[in-house]
C-alpha cells in the first residue's frame, strides 16, 4: 500500500483562482513525480524532483504551474490562475529506484 | 501519437474467469513496465511490474508476459474476482540515463460479472 500523502483531495476553484495542492513522499524515496490525469485517461507528466532538484519538466511556458520540493517540508504543486482546463486529478508519486508508487491524488475542479 | 497503447478499452469476464488485457509500444528505449490498478476515487495503485531483461513475472493471480522483438506486454489474471473490477493501465519508461517519467495508456476497464 502506498504511503504516498495528498492534500487536499478535493478542490474547487474559480477561473482565475490559484489552486495549491501538496505531496508528502513515502520516506526514503528521493524522486517525486506530479502528473496529471484527465477526464478521458489521459496521463500527463508535468515535472520531478530529486532531493529538491527539477530533474525533469514539461515546457511550463504560460507559467501557471510552478511547483517545489523543499527540505523538511510537503511538496507542492500550484496553479497560479486556474482555467477550465486544468480540471483534472493531481497525483503525486514517489519513487525510490524505478517503482512509483501513487498518492490518492488531489481531484481540482475548475468552475 | 499514443506512445503506449492498450487493449481491449474494455472488457467484461466471468467470476473465476482468466482475463487478459494487453499493450504495445513504440519507443525501443523502454526497459520498465509497470501495471496499475485503479479503483474510481483513487491513484493508480502499482500491481506488477516487469523489467525489459524478463519475458515473464508472477505474482499471486497476476501474471506479466513481455516481448522485446513485438514490443508488446500483457497482463493475464486469473480465477478473477468482482474484486478486481477496476480499470488498469500499463506504462513504460526507460531507467537508465533518464528522469524515469511512466508514459500510460489510456486504461482497459475490467468489469467481473459474479
Known amino acids: ?111 | 501519437q499514443q506512445q503506449v497503447r492498450q487493449s481491449p478499452q474494455s472488457l467484461t469476464v466471468w467470476e473465476g474467469g482468466t482475463t487478459v488485457l494487453t499493450c504495445s509500444y513504440e519507443d525501443s528505449t523502454f526497459n520498465y513496465f509497470p501495471w496499475y490498478q485503479q479503483f474510481p476515487g483513487e491513484g493508480p495503485a502499482l500491481l506488477i511490474s516487469i523489467l525489459s531483461v524478463s519475458d515473464k513475472k508472477e505474482d499471486g493471480r497476476f501474471t506479466t508476459f513481455f516481448n522485446k522483438r513485438e514490443k508488446k506486454l500483457s497482463l493475464h489474471i486469473i480465477d478473477s474476482q468482482p474484486g478486481d473490477s477496476a480499470t488498469y493501465f500499463c506504462a513504460a519508461s526507460s531507467i537508465t540515463g533518464n528522469t524515469g517519467k511512466l508514459i500510460f495508456g489510456l486504461g482497459t476497464t475490467l468489469q467481473v460479472q459474479p
Request: some cysteine; glycine content about 6%.
Open chain 1, 1 to 111: 500500500n502506498s504511503k504516498v500523502i495528498q492534500t487536499p483531495r478535493y478542490l474547487v476553484k474559480g477561473q482565475g483562482q490559484k489552486a495549491k495542492m501538496r505531496c508528502i513522499p513515502e520516506k526514503g524515496h528521493p524522486v517525486v513525480f506530479w502528473y496529471q490525469q484527465n477526464k478521458n485517461n489521459e496521463f500527463k507528466f508535468l515535472i520531478n524532483f530529486q532531493n529538491q532538484e527539477v530533474l525533469q519538466q514539461i515546457d511550463m511556458t504560460e507559467k501557471r504551474f510552478s511547483a517545489e520540493c523543499p527540505s523538511n517540508s510537503p511538496c507542492s504543486l500550484e496553479i497560479q490562475s486556474s482555467e477550465a482546463g486544468d480540471s483534472a486529478l493531481y497525483l503525486c508519486a514517489s519513487s525510490g529506484q524505478y517503482e512509483q508508487y501513487f498518492g490518492p491524488g488531489t481531484r481540482l475542479t475548475v468552475l
